[in-house]
């Protein structure tokens, strides 16, 4: 997941940096939507593992 979200932000900055504005704020939303949903993953497996 957290690959993903790395492709995403690539995306949304190559896209920034050809003008492409709408298609960069989408990839950037999704970026970071699939970042967050990454840690939460994460901090559950952390936890899990511990008990």
Known sequence: MLH????????????????????????????WILFVVFLILAVISLFRKKT
């Open 4 to 31: 993903y979200a790395v492709v995403f932000f690539v995306i949304a900055i190559i896209a920034g940096l050809l003008g492409f504005s709408g298609i960069a704020g989408a990839a950037s939303n999704i970026a």
